[in-house]
């Protein structure tokens, strides 16, 4: 049993189905279907991969290997089971021999406040996919925008952390940005702003002082505010409030200071170092030998450096997860055991065009040279996809990028404090929905979703879900009494939906609620023939129509007036609108999670 398919979950599989030739039953347990690539994240991010490009196909690429979709909840290390939560919500349980624990890492927080609400990771697809939308977009509307400080505000791209992530992050786009502004052009005088920080002295920290020299003079020379020493002491809707004390008007916080491990590991019960589960040089678990772990889940002593643990990057987990499956071998007999070594190969940052840092096997290099063996060795690296990556690649040489934002992925969808940045949150029951709050963030997807004067009903996730359920259920009960008396009256025409575009699940069309014609200080008017509306003449009224389908109400007697504040509803004259829903700072069922109070506020182990 492996759980994770990151590059040790993904390795392990692919080198234990090898050696064991269909002789053993190898189980996958992984919440998605694909292995992703993550050093070209950034490069979806600022379109010029397509998001396929970056994943590879499980079950194409692992034949004799079992495939199970699901998250890991427990692991029972005396009945040697795991439990686990499959995609539409179902339990399961799956039993081993041998448990291989590859769970990875997840972005890690620090105790700083609004940072939870208003900030978006990077480390998996969805994330990606919405950075990529929200920056179009605040370009987009930055390029409209009347106000000199709105426009400025919505060109303003804040990146904290400057390791691996965040270097490319940035890079890549600030030269996204540019190339957009040249079809739209902002006003006069103005151009995107990106800034990158990070309490570090340097860029790229963990890495050689060529590379950190390297990628800090690309980054000057695009017009990036690099800003060492310095990281951001409050995040609100309005910007974010800086170490310095220099507050910086924006809508964008890129989260990009290094991960954490899966709680999965800690969940164990067993000897940790800082949130990684201890393993002897084998790789194995002291005291339970028929569990193995690798990877950012995993701390492995560093043979070269006594005292030390591998880092938690890329190389190190591709390299662990062929020394676990041999080691797994060995243990059921075919084999010998090996301990973990490694021998450093040199790092490569990709920062963007034909610019790129490297040291192959401790060679400096840099520009064209370096951008040339950065991307070789990203095709040699990849399991798979390697001439549809280099297609994306010539096609972006040639021709020009399509800014477009698709609204695929919703900030609520991609919250900082997850445990699954792999998956978009989906709307669920209160237990399970985890949500970013994506009205007062870098996320705000709309004008139409911060208009103040929208009803507390309309606006779903600003209040608690169970109120929600409750009108939600009240607006359905009245819709099936309008079908019935619609039934009894034929010549009534039809209501049609001008903007199918705005439909979802438990939303009325903004043409019928109209929500965004009223002003803060004057109550919402419901519209007509729709549930909550003013009946129309000589048609039944809602509450008789609920108690006696068809009846009509008897005559010179109105209907009973709809109860205040329910959707669509009426106010009772003289009396104002019912106010939106007030955002809470906390972590609400409904509402975006607050500031996490953590104990982890060391500076990031590692960026993978």
């Not at 795991?82 to 620090?110: F, I, Q, W």
């Not at 996919?129 to 930055?142: C, F, G, S």
Request: aromatic share 4%; glycine share 10%.
């Amino acid at each position: 049993m492996i759980v994770g398919a990151g590059f040790a979950g993904y390795r392990t599989a692919k080198e234990l189905s090898r050696k064991a030739r269909g002789k053993a039953d190898i189980t996958l347990l992984n919440p998605t279907d694909y292995f992703l690539y993550l050093p070209l994240l950034p490069q979806v991010a600022a379109g010029i991969l397509e998001p396929r490009r970056v994943t590879v196909s499980l079950s194409d690429t692992l034949p004799r290997v079992r495939l199970v979709l699901g998250e890991a909840d427990g692991i029972d290390l005396d009945d040697r089971t795991v439990h686990y939560t499959d995609p539409e919500g179902g339990r399961g349980t799956l039993a081993y021999d041998r448990l291989v624990l590859a769970a990875g890492s997840v972005n890690k927080l620090l105790p700083i406040p609004g940072v939870a609400e208003h900030a978006h990771g990077f480390r998996g697809l969805p994330e990606a996919l919405y950075l990529r939308d929200h920056v179009t977009r605040q370009v987009e509307l930055a390029a409209a925008a009347d106000d000199p400080e709105t426009c400025a505000a919505r060109c303003t791209f804040v990146v904290v952390g400057a390791g691996y992530t965040g270097t490319e992050v940035a890079a890549h786009g600030q030269l996204f940005t540019d190339a957009q502004v040249r079809g739209h052009p902002l006003r006069e005088g103005m151009r995107p702003r990106w800034i990158l920080l990070d309490t570090a002295e340097r860029v790229l920290p963990e890495l050689d002082q060529h590379l950190s020299r390297t990628a800090d003079r690309t980054l000057r020379e695009r017009g990036v505010e690099v800003r060492m020493g310095t990281s951001v002491k409050e995040a609100t809707p309005e910007g974010v409030l800086l170490t310095d004390g220099e507050f910086v008007r924006t809508r964008s916080l890129v989260w990009c200071v290094g991960v954490r491990p899966d709680p999965l590991a800690a969940s164990l019960g067993l000897p940790m170092e800082r949130g990684r589960l201890l393993v002897d040089p084998n790789l194995q678990v002291p005291g339970r030998p028929e569990v193995f772990a690798c990877g950012d889940a995993a701390a492995v002593p560093d043979l070269d450096n006594p005292g030390q643990y591998t880092p938690m990057t890329a190389q190190h987990a591709w390299r662990q997860g062929r020394t676990a499956a041999l080691n797994v071998a060995a243990s059921l007999g075919a084999g010998v055991r090996r301990p973990y070594e490694h021998r450093d190969l040199g790092f490569v940052v990709d920062l963007g065009g034909v610019k790129a840092a490297a040291n192959p096997l401790g060679v400096p290099l840099s520009g064209l040279a370096a951008g040339a063996v950065t991307r070789g060795y990203h095709l040699a690296a990849m399991p798979g996809n390697r001439v549809r990556v280099a297609a994306d690649w010539l096609l972006d040489a040639v021709l020009p990028r399509q800014a477009v934002q698709l609204g695929l992925v919703r900030s609520w969808a991609v919250p900082l404090d997850t445990a699954s940045p792999e998956l978009a949150q989906a709307p669920g029951p209160p237990q399970s929905r985890r949500r970013a709050d994506a009205r007062s963030g870098p996320g705000a997807a709309t004008e139409r979703e911060t208009r103040p004067g929208e009803p507390a009903a309309v606006r779903a996730d600003a209040q608690e879900p169970e109120v929600v359920a409750s009108a939600g259920e009240a607006v359905i009960a009245e819709a099936k009494a309008r079908e019935t008396a619609e039934r009894k009256s034929p010549e009534r025409e039809p209501v049609e939906c001008e903007s199918p575009e705005w439909e979802s699940p438990g939303r009325q069309s903004p043409e019928r609620t109209s929500p965004d014609r009223t002003s803060p200080d004057q109550p919402p008017e419901p519209a007509k023939n729709l549930p909550g509306g003013e009946p129309e003449r000589n048609r039944p009224a809602p509450g008789q129509a609920r108690s006696q389908p068809g009846a009509e109400p008897a005559r010179n007697q109105p209907g009973p007036e709809p109860a205040r504040n329910q959707p669509g509803s009426e106010p009772a004259k003289n009396q104002p609108g019912p106010e939106p829903a007030k955002k809470q700072a906390g972590g609400g069922p409904g509402q975006g999670p607050g500031p996490v109070e953590r104990t982890d506020a060391d500076p990031a182990e590692g960026d993978s």
